[in-house]
C-alpha cells in the first residue's frame, strides 16, 4: 500500500521543488551567454581566424615545451660547473687550513707554551683563519668555523663553547643541523644545498655549502664550511630565460603572421566564390571570379566561371521556356473566355429545354452543363496560377476574424456534406481570432481544404480547429478518411497530382485548387502544411501571421493531430474505419459543433486522454507546402514540423 504522498507524487499531482527554479537558471545561462555570442558568431564563420588562432596555440605549446628543456639543461649545466668549481676550492682551503694548523701546532710545541697556551690560542686561530679566507672571496663565498661538538661554536680549553666564527655578517643558521651531522660523521669533505641568512636585513641567498672536519693548533676539532653564493648563476639563467622569452614571442607572432598570409591566400579565393555565389543565388548571373596564375586556387576559380556560365545559360533557357509557357497559358485562357460563354449559353438553352427530350438527350444535357462547369473552374484556375507565375497576385489585406470566414466556407460546403453523410465540427471558435488577411482568398483556401476532407472523408467527421498563439493564427481541417500514403504529402501540392491516377475524377478536381492554395498562404508570408497517415485520415493546416509582414515562427496547432494512432497508442496495423471523433465537452473554449449530415453513433468509444496538450512547436524556415510529413508506421521518429 502506498501513502498519501506517494500516491499524490505518482499522479503528479505534488509540484517539484526544482521545476519553479529551472527557468531561474535558464534565464541567468542565457544572460551569462549573451556577450559571447558575437564572439562565438564570429569564431563559427571566420575560416582564418580559427587557423591562426590554432597556429598560435601550437606555437605556444611548442615554445613553452622548448623552453622549459633548455632552461633546465642550462640550469643543471650551471650547478654541475658551479658544484665542481665549488669543491675543488673548498678542498684547496681545507688542504691549506689543515696545513696552518700543523705548522702553528709546531711552533707552539717548539716555545714550550704548554697545552693550556695552546688552547687559549685556538679561538684566535680561528678568528685569524675566518679572516684570511673570506679575505678573498667577498661576495663569493663566505666561511663558518663552528665546533663539532657544541651548538655555539669553537670548544674552549674548559670545554665551554666559544661563538661561531663567520664571514660578511653570515649567520650560523646558515649551515643546517643535517649538514653538521653529516660532516661529525664523515671524514671527508660534504656538500648540501642552503640558504645563506646574513644579518644585515638582506633576504637568504642560494647557496651551495661545502664542509669539513680539520684539526686546530691545539689538537681540538673544528668543522670548516666554505658557502658558495649562485649569484652568478642566477644571473646567467636569468638572461637566458628573458632571451628565451623575447625569442618565444618574437617566434609565436611570426608565425601567426605567416599563418595569417598563407590561409589569406587560401581564404579570400573561398570568401570571394561564396560572395559570387550568393549573388548568383540572387539572380545576378553574370557574377564571375577574377582569376590569376595557374594553381588549384585559380583552376577552382576557373572550373566556378565554367559551372557560372552553364548556369546561366540553362536558367536563361528555362526562364525563357517558363515565360513562353505562361504566356501560351494565359493567352489560351483568355481566348478560350469567349467561346466557352458562346457556348455556355447555348448549353443553358439546351439544358433548360431538356423536359422536352428523350431520356438520353436529356441526360447528355446535363452531362455538358457539369462538364462546362468543371471547364468554367479549371479555366479560372489556370488564369490565377498564371497571375503567380507572372508575380501579379496582389494581397487586399484587412483585419478579418478567421471564425466567420470558416463558418461561411462550412455554410456553403453543408449540401456537400449531406451527400457524404458528414459531419463537419468547428472548434476553438469561442474567443475571436482576427488577422490582416486577404478574406477571398482565405476563403478559397479553406474551402479547398474543406471540400477535399468532405470528399475524401468517407463520410466520417471533418474537424476545423481554429487557434492563435504567439502573433500567429491557424487553422487546421482533419479528416479521417483514407489518408495519405508515405510520400504523398511531399507531392499533395504539385498541380494536377493525384493520389490514385487511375481512378477518375467525379467531383471537382481541377488538380489546381491546393496548388493556388499554397500560393495564397505565401502570398499571405504563411504556411501550409500538410499531414497524414494511411487509413487514418489527415490534416491540412494553415498558418498566417497575426500582422501582415510578419515572420512566423511556430503554429499555435501541432501538425500531427492528438487522436492520430500513435499519439492514442495505437498500432499502425488498424485498418480504416477505426477511428472516431470524440464529442465536443460543454462550456467555454470547446469548440462549437455544427451537424452538417444524419446523426449517427461513434464507430468506437472516445479514447480517454492521455495527458495534457502539447506546446505549439516550431516550423523551419523551409518553403511552405513544398513537403510534409507522413507518418505511415508507429515507430516512425515524431516530428511536428516539416
Known sequence: MRGPYERELLEGRLADPMRGLLPVIRSCVRWARRPLQPASRLWRRNLQLRVVAFTLLMSVGVVLLLGFVVIGQVRNGLLDAKEKASVKQAMSGFSIAQNMATQDGQETDSTGSGATAKQSDSGAWATDLTSQFSSGGKGVYWIVVLSPGGESGIQSGGGTPRGARTSDNALQKSVSKELRAAVDRTPGAVKQYTKVYTDDGNPPRSALAVGKRITDPGGNEVQLYYLFAFDQEQKTLGLVKGTLATAGIFVVVLLGAIAWLVTRQVVTPVRMAAGIAERLAAGRLQERMQVSGEDDIARLGESFNKMAQNLQVKIQQMEDLSRMQRRFVSDVSHELRTPLTTVRMAADVIHDARSDFDPVTARSAELLQNQLDRFESMLSDLLEISRFDAGAAELSAEPIDLRDVVRQVVDAAEPLAERKGSTVLIRGDAQPVVAEADPRRVERVLRNLVVNAIEHGEGRDVVVRLATADGAVAVAVRDYGVGLKPGEATRVFNRFWRADPARARTTGGTGLGLSIAVEDARLHGGWLHAWGEP?????????????????????????????????????????????????????????????????????????????????????PAALPGSGARVVGHREAVRKDEI
Open 535 to 619: 487509413g487514418g485520415g489527415s490534416q491540412f493546416r494553415m498558418t498566417l501571421p497575426r500582422t501582415a509582414g510578419d515572420s512566423l515562427r511556430s503554429s499555435p496547432i501541432p501538425l500531427e493531430p492528438d487522436d492520430s494512432r500513435r499519439n492514442r497508442g495505437l498500432t499502425s496495423s488498424a485498418g480504416a474505419g477505426t477511428l472516431s471523433v470524440p464529442e465536443p465537452r460543454g462550456g467555454a473554449g470547446q469548440g462549437h459543433r455544427r451537424e452538417m449530415g444524419p446523426a449517427r453513433p461513434p464507430l468506437i468509444p472516445p479514447m480517454p486522454s492521455t495527458g495534457s496538450a502539447r506546446p505549439p512547436t516550431a516550423d
